[in-house]
Nanobody, 129 residues
Framework: QDQVSDFGGGSVQAGGSLNLSCTAS????????MGWFREAPGKEREGVAV???????WYGDSVKGRFTISKDNDKSTIYLDMNDLKSEDSGMYYC???????????????????????WGQGTQVTVSS
């Protein structure tokens, strides 16, 4: 069964760091676009960082310069290093994978209505000011 599992998260004070990881299993991970979306109470789910199968990367404007996404193909795992965290970074972070999504010239093409997205179970990130 194709699935993704996300790990990490936790609580930290503003200015601190946290790391997330996400492992894919059951499918051709290397051909998938993968990344994290987050959801805060009262807000819509938004993209945080995405890495495409060719290594192309996209970041949401609010996390540029503070978050770094990377991947280890041998471990079928992607990582999100989050630094200089702010209270507005708090929320549930969901790992996602889709074989039809893509990053091209710095722009993310991930329309949830176009096809299936595999979601992780989510992990909570709480940043206190």
């Amino acid at each position: 069964q194709d699935q993704v599992s996300d790990f990490g998260g936790g609580s930290v004070q503003a200015g601190g760091s946290l790391n997330l990881s996400c492992t894919a299993s059951g499918y051709a991970y290397r051909s998938y676009c993968m990344g994290w979306f987050r959801e805060a109470p009262g807000k819509e789910r938004e993209g945080v960082a995405v890495i495409d199968s060719d290594g192309s990367i996209w970041y949401g404007d609010s996390v540029k310069g503070r978050f770094t996404i990377s991947k280890d193909n041998d471990k079928s795992t992607i990582y999100l290093d989050m630094n200089d965290l702010k209270s507005e970074d708090s929320g549930m972070y969901y790992c996602a994978a889709a074989d039809w999504a893509t990053v091209v010239t710095g722009k993310l093409y991930w329309d949830m209505k176009r096809g299936k997205t595999n979601w992780g179970q989510g992990t909570q990130v709480t940043v206190s000011s």
